[in-house]
């Protein structure tokens, strides 16, 4: 149980052009989905935390207008990353939290297998 | 502000010998979670062991164990008896005690585990 997938696993786009990420909670439901970005041989850094049925949060220094985050379903979180720079290269990784394991102490986040954006 | 230090960027350890991976926090939460993950070259994110701050006693799972020391705040990662398929990246990562949904990542150890 608790798997996370994203769509798509890699995905090579011009320098200008908008690049649509899918994140899915398979056999839960996530009220709540996080984005993390992590460049090459670092850490995992949060982007923004993203909320069904509201708007996202955003991370201190993450911009909101060129990382558009939607989050329409219990299931479904899209993270669009608008005007994509080559500085956007990265790797992206969302995770969830299982609504039903609300009470869970650990508030455990299960992760996603990561998108890697290359931006030409 | 929640911190998390790693301060080894990459271990080797013989198969089927232990290794430990140190991991301190800084924090100034009552209530914490610590949890360390498994990122192999494919970059899947894999849940492998937490501990709470009140839990008295370490965290096990299987071949993981936590060293947790409360007063040093550290909260180590000791696998046993080695594998090959146990070469990855580990990360230490935090949850404070008012935003339960908030991770903080500490910057890795690549672990390289030889024949």
């Known amino acids: 149980g608790a798997v996370v997938s994203q769509h798509p696993s890699w995905v090579i786009c011009k320098s200008g052009t908008s690049v649509k990420i899918e994140c899915r909670s398979l056999d839960f439901q996530a009220t709540t989905m996080f984005w993390y970005r992590q460049f090459p041989k670092q850490s995992l850094m949060l982007m923004a935390t993203s909320n069904e049925g509201s708007k996202a949060t955003y991370e201190q220094g993450v911009e909101k207008d060129k990382f558009l985050i939607n989050h329409a379903s219990l299931t479904l979180s899209t993270l669009t990353v608008t005007s994509a720079h080559p500085e956007d290269s990265s790797f992206y990784i969302c995770?969830?939290?299982?609504?039903?394991?609300?009470?869970?102490?650990?508030?455990?986040?299960?992760f996603g297998p990561g998108t890697r954006l290359t931006v030409t | 502000a929640q911190k998390i230090t790693q301060t080894q960027p990459g271990m080797f350890v013989q198969e089927k010998e232990a290794v430990t991976l140190d991991c301190t926090y800084d924090?100034?939460?009552?209530?914490?979670?610590l949890f360390w993950y498994k990122q192999p070259s494919s970059g899947e994110m894999i849940f492998l062991i937490y501990?709470?701050?009140?839990?008295?006693q370490n965290a096990t799972e299987g071949r993981y164990s936590l060293n947790f020391q409360k007063a040093r705040k550290s909260a180590n990662l000791v696998i046993s008896a080695s594998q090959l398929g146990d070469s990855a990246m580990y990360f230490c990562a935090m949850r404070g005690e008012y935003n339960f949904n908030k991770f903080y990542f500490g910057s890795g150890t690549k672990l390289n585990v030889k024949p």
């Open positions: 924090t100034s939460d009552q209530s914490y979670g």
């Open positions: 501990q709470g701050s009140y839990d008295e």
């Open positions: 995770s969830a939290r299982d609504l039903q394991a609300g009470g869970s102490v650990t508030y455990e986040q299960y």
